[in-house]
Nanobody, 114 residues
Framework: QVQLVVSGGGLVQPGGSLRISCPAS????????MSWYRQAPGKERELVAR?????????DYSAAVKGRFTISRDNVKNTVYLQMTSLKPEDTAVYYC??????WGQGTQVTVSS
């Protein structure tokens, strides 16, 4: 049984930083490209960042977060991370991880507000 458990969300002030994590179990983690999505109230879920399953693959980012967010992975800890910096109120959303094979984490709320 595949499990993706998202953690690390919370309330942060504009301009602040936050790192969220998604440890995975029940799958051969290193085989999968991993992605972070987010969904703000009243909006559709959108892709934030994706990291491939090979060392040579370059991460992809949405235009909204490029230069501010960094996706990374640790294939020993079976965990994908999203480091978020220079956070803006429009980054407020529930953040989800996925392995692209239909498995999703439960989401974590990130709220950017003063």
């Amino acid at each position: 049984q595949v499990q993706l458990v998202v953690s690390g969300g919370g309330l942060v002030q504009p301009g602040g930083s936050l790192r969220i994590s998604c440890p995975a179990s029940g799958l051969s983690f290193s085989w999968f490209a991993m992605s972070w999505y987010r969904q703000a109230p009243g909006k559709e879920r959108e892709l934030v960042a994706r990291i491939g399953n090979t060392r040579s693959s370059r991460p992809d980012y949405s235009a909204a977060v490029k230069g501010r967010f960094t996706i990374s992975r640790d294939n020993v800890k079976n965990t994908v991370y999203l480091q978020m910096t220079s956070l803006k109120p429009e980054d407020t959303a529930v953040y989800y991880c996925t392995n692209g094979a239909g498995d999703w984490g439960q989401g974590t709320q990130v709220t950017v507000s003063s």
